[in-house]
């Protein structure tokens, strides 16, 4: 794939994944306690080849645009600027013991269940720790965060699982 197609389907899942957050998932709430941050998904599923300063930029200009829409002063560009930050190091945690193939992609299907649960939990648990106690600016409620981050998180994995499931291609088969 070239590098002109490339920049312009990742710009592509850029406009989809803030659309679909701003106008669509922005206005649910799970029991007033939870809310979907599905934009990570644009995070979380960038291919693994890309470098980690574009992830960081991507991250910044992503948590940028959410913080416009929600008037949130900062809060979304620093959680998924972490987010952006600590990829990199997650997927080498999880490293394949035959390692990464230039074509695997973060795919539920291609990396399995296991693989997937796991690098899924983990940065969106990091994302909403720091998001929630950012936005609450102290720990002066700390069991009434916990509750909104817990709720958040399992709102928000189930969300981006339905999208792996549902836009994500089926596993090929390695040659």
């Given at each position: ?9 990742q710009?592509?899942r ?5 659309g ?7 206005q649910?709430?799970l ?16 291919p ?11 991250g910044?200009?992503?948590g940028?645009?959410m ?6 002063g ?5 959680a998924a ?11 080498r945690l999880l490293?394949?013991r ?10 539920v ?11 899924l939990?983990l ?9 929630f106690?950012?936005e609450?600016?102290s720990?002066q409620?700390?069991l ?8 958040s998180?399992?709102?928000t994995?189930v ?10 291609p089926?596993?090929?088969g390695r040659?």
């Open positions: 794939m070239s590098v002109l197609a490339m920049l312009v389907r710009l592509l850029f406009g989809i994944y803030a679909v957050q701003v106008f669509i998932v922005g649910l709430s029991f007033g306690l939870g809310w979907c941050f599905l934009y990570l998904g644009f995070i979380l599923f960038l693994l080849s890309t470098p980690i300063a574009l992830q960081l930029l991507l910044f200009a992503m940028l645009s913080d416009i829409s929600y008037d949130t900062g809060l979304h560009a620093a600027v972490l987010l952006a930050y600590l990829r990199p190091w997650v997927l490293t394949p035959d390692g990464y193939d230039t074509q695997d992609t973060v795919n299907h291609q990396m399995g269940w296991q693989w997937f649960s796991v690098y939990l940065l969106v648990s990091v994302h909403h720790v720091v998001y106690f950012l609450l600016g720990f409620y700390p009434r965060t916990l509750g909104r981050v817990g709720v998180i399992l709102f994995s969300a981006l699982l339905i999208v792996q499931l549902l836009f994500y089926v596993r090929r040659s």
